[in-house]
């Protein structure tokens, strides 16, 4: 008996999520998906970069930064 309860709490314990990007941690994915919304709308802007307004310049940048190859040095 104590096999078959150590089987079912793995079993329970194996299908919970603690994934950040999971649509069950709605805080979290909910403020994720407002910021994808506008960094989207910024990206289409940044064809012309004169038509940014300084924030929308500054999301856009970190975001650059973020998906950029090199080494932080600020450390």
Do not use: G
Not at 21 to 26: I, L
Not at 30 to 41: C, G, H, M, R, S
Request: aromatic residues 10%.
């Amino acid at each position: 008996m104590k096999k078959i309860n150590l089987i079912l709490i793995l079993i329970i314990f194996q299908s919970c999520s603690f994934n950040n990007d999971s649509a069950y941690w709605n805080e979290h994915n909910k403020k994720k998906v407002k910021e994808q919304k506008n960094l989207a709308k910024i990206i289409k802007k940044s064809n012309d970069i004169t038509l940014m307004s300084l924030d929308e310049y500054k999301i856009y940048i970190d975001d650059y930064i973020k998906k950029s190859k090199y080494p932080d040095i600020t450390r």
